[in-house]
T-cell receptor, first 113, second 116 residues
Framework: GNSVTQMQGQVTLSEEEFLFINCTYS??????LFWYVQYPGEGPQLLLK?????NKGSSRGFEATYDKGTTSFHLQKASVQESDSAVYYC????????????FGTGTSLLVDP | GPKVLQIPSHQIIDMGQMVTLNCDPV?????FYWYKQILGQQMEFLVN????????KSKLFKDQFSVERPDGSYFTLKIQPTALEDSAVYFC??????????????FGEGSRLIVV
């Protein structure tokens, strides 16, 4: 089956520190991978997405690289801000295998001012 | 960006009663979804709907659940009868093409359901 693993349940940083959120996935074929961000009281919103056509995605200073060899899709940001505090979900869309997105368990980021 | 609207934002209901959650998807989108999130837990897929039909559903989509989009109006999730374990936030989402083609899903802000 399809699965997404985010080992870090919570990350606490100070402003301007480097962010790294780990994500690994399991599926067959070459899926599309997303990072969605969910702010308190809101629904998830797309942060960035990567398909097999382009190995790296970036948005608002965040970057993620699709590594087929290690089946990983880690999220990074060089310098976080307090406004980045949210829950980050790594999400898998299996290629031509149905309409269900598979969400990771989420990583809650708290950035102290 | 594109907006998905959900009504109500929250509802408290007695166990055994019926509840209907309404979703106004992005106007030109064709695929619709419901996800369930219990407080502090991950998003879980319930069902996908396209062209008037359920395309795929999960084990969480019990027999008491139903979805429809009559005449292109609201996309609804109905639970009848409700149970205590149905308490959760229900997120509606829509996409222009299917999720299997890597299309982006746009989510609403959720409907918080509390069954007492």
């Amino acid at each position: 089956g399809n699965s997404v693993t985010q080992m870090q349940g919570q990350v606490t940083l100070s402003e301007e520190e480097f962010l790294f959120i780990n994500c690994t996935y399991s599926t067959t074929g070459y899926p599309t991978l997303f990072w969605y961000v969910q702010y308190p009281g809101e629904g998830p919103q797309l942060l960035l997405k990567v398909t097999t056509a382009n190995n790296k995605g970036s948005s608002r200073g965040f970057e993620a690289t699709y590594d087929k060899g290690t089946t990983s899709f880690h999220l990074q940001k060089a310098s976080v801000q307090e406004s980045d505090s949210a829950v980050y979900y790594c999400v898998l869309a299996p290629r031509n295998m149905g309409y269900k997105l598979t969400f990771g368990t989420g990583t809650s980021l708290l950035v102290d001012p | 960006g594109p907006k998905v609207l959900q009504i109500p934002s929250h509802q408290i209901i007695d166990m055994g009663q019926m509840v209907t959650l309404n979703c106004d998807p992005v106007s030109n989108h064709l695929y619709f979804y419901w996800y369930k999130q219990i407080l502090g837990q991950q998003m879980e897929f319930l069902v996908n709907f396209y062209n008037g039909k359920v395309m795929e559903k999960s084990k969480l989509f019990k027999d008491q659940f139903s979805v429809e989009r009559p005449d292109g109006s609201y996309f609804t999730l109905k639970i009848q009868p409700t149970a205590l374990e149905d308490s959760a936030v229900y997120f509606c989402a829509s996409s222009l093409e299917g999720a299997d083609s890597g299309n982006t899903l746009y989510f609403g802000e959720g409907s918080r359901l509390i069954v007492v």
